[in-house]
């Protein structure tokens, strides 16, 4: 079990080091993430623990909860969801297109405005269409 | 252009020179630039909580913050501890796996990012070629860990605080991205050593205000909303919404949310100052300074002498960004969730568009003065 663990630990630090500079992200990442988990260690020990069925009702302005949070409802921003991963795609497309935008010249930009006008229709029929209402 | 001090080749061939392996020697500089990024990250939020309590307080013409230490300079620290002190309830009805995993996920992308945050030629943890993408993708880590904890607590103020996290964090980060999107086009690169580089040569007068000029503003409104900042700050809506995702918190949990928002705005800060305002560029080329000195530019003590007033220059760019976003708090009212969808959807995401594909019309047409 272990040795699974640490050869595939291995694996994934082959993968980062092969590029270089990422091997900072891996360590950057442990040390981060010890933040938390020391800011909350290091209370545990400093604060004080006292039991009570009171102290652990959810809050609701002062009243006896009523119900639990977790129904369904109508998440208003479904639509927006919808249309922000079609956007965000595009984004992550664009990208290289910009970094390379110096050697790609005339023609490339050509193609992302057809790329973006594609888009932009679907913008506006999702506009039209009210996807874009809160209400 | 010169090198600048490059303090990690120089420790990395001082311990070679003493007989450790490079890898050994290597491994030896790693951990010192993070904890020290770590240390000053932490020390950030303390200045800012202050100034923004002194800023607030002037603009209301209160004295703030002013026994704790001088000035009331330790207050922060005063509320940390405290903070530290408290108890900490997970209600009974709420997942605590995920609510105690929630505030964590909250903080460490926002400090995970200073790994591309440079504050000079070589001062940067590591020069990655995704850069300031990375950073675009950690951000959009955040919402995940304020929708956990909204949806954790069980409570119906935390759930549609979470929800509105969510929904606003969705919709500013087109535009953010786009914005983004345009200083990349101009330095061809996504390095933020790079992305400086390119600005840098002609004083104030190179930096990227002048050429995104409908750029740096979609940024800067992005940023604050991203933020949650005041104008934007409907997640946590304290007269509607109590406290949002927050209202189930208590003690250090809580106090990871401030910790998370505070390095956020000072981090979002440093990358407008990085993108929009030449990082640890000077308003005067270097080179002329020099020059009015009667020095070369790579006399070493003139080179430790403008490295240290470059980490300054960045600090004192995004502390005035800082002040700025103090000061929008409170004059700009709170807008309504249907006008900051509508901001953000409607005006902002179409703008940034024409911002980005006006950039790049510009940049084939002038190509010397965009960076071609």
């Not at chain 2, 305002?277 to 300074?289: N, R, S, T």
């Amino acid at each position: 079990m272990l040795g699974a663990i640490a050869f595939s630990l291995c694996k994934w630090g082959l993968i980062v080091f092969v590029l270089s500079g990422y091997e900072y992200f891996l360590v950057f990442l442990i040390i981060c993430s010890l933040i938390p988990v020391l800011a909350l260690t290091l209370a545990s020990f400093l604060r004080p623990n006292r039991e009570g069925a009171a102290r652990r009702t959810t809050y609701e302005s002062g009243m006896e909860p009523i119900g639990a949070a977790w129904i369904q409802f109508n998440i208003r921003y479904y639509m927006f969801a919808l249309v922000f991963v079609i956007f965000d795609v595009e984004t992550v497309f664009l990208y290289p297109w910009a970094v390379a935008f110096n050697q790609l010249g005339l023609l490339a930009f050509i193609e992302a405005l057809i790329f973006i006008a594609i888009l932009v229709v679907g913008l506006v029929y999702a506009w039209r269409k009210g996807a874009l209402e809160w209400s | 252009m010169s090198q600048g001090i490059d303090l990690q080749s120089s420790f990395v061939q001082l311990l070679v020179q003493l007989g450790l392996p490079p890898g050994a020697a290597k491994a030896l500089w790693m951990p010192l630039p993070m904890t020290l990024i770590l240390i000053a990250a932490t020390v950030s939020i303390f200045v800012t909580v202050w100034l923004e309590r002194k800023i607030s307080a002037a603009a209301q013409q209160r004295i703030g913050p002013e026994y704790a230490g001088p000035l009331g300079t330790l207050q922060a620290a005063a509320d940390g501890i405290k903070l530290l002190f408290k108890e900490d309830i997970v209600p009974a009805k709420a997942d605590a796996l995920l609510f105690t995993l929630g505030p964590a996920i909250v903080v460490i992308p926002v400090f995970l990012s200073y790994l591309i945050v440079p504050f000079g030629q070589n001062m940067v943890i590591t020069d990655i070629g995704v850069g300031i993408f990375l950073w675009i993708a950690l951000s959009s880590i955040t919402p995940i860990g304020l929708l956990m904890s909204g949806y954790s607590s069980n409570n119906k103020y935390s759930l549609l605080g979470g929800l509105r996290a969510a929904a606003q964090s969705i919709s500013y980060e087109l535009p953010l991205a786009l914005s983004v999107l345009a200083v990349v086009m101009m330095s061809n690169s996504l390095s933020t050593i790079d992305i400086v580089q390119q600005q840098s040569g002609y004083g104030i007068l190179g930096w990227n205000v002048w050429r995104q000029p409908v750029g740096f503003l979609i940024f800067w409104i992005a940023a604050l909303a991203e933020c949650e900042r005041l104008p934007f700050d409907l997640p946590e809506a304290e007269e509607e919404l109590v406290a949002g995702y927050q209202t189930e918190y208590t003690g250090m949990k809580f106090g990871l949310f401030y910790v998370g928002s505070y390095v956020n705005l000072v981090l979002s800060s440093l990358i407008f100052a990085i993108l929009y305002l030449g990082g640890w560029d000077f308003p005067i080329p270097i080179d002329w300074v020099a020059g009015a000195l009667g020095v070369s530019e790579t006399t070493p003590w003139l080179q430790v002498v403008f490295a240290a007033l470059g980490i300054m220059m960045t600090v004192l760019k995004a502390y005035l960004l800082v002040f700025l976003a103090v000061l929008l708090r409170w004059t700009v009212p709170r807008v309504r969730i249907d006008q900051l969808l509508d901001l953000g959807w409607k005006f902002l995401l179409p703008v940034s568009l024409v911002n980005l594909l006006l950039t790049a019309a510009l940049k084939i047409t002038f190509p010397i003065a965009f960076g071609g």
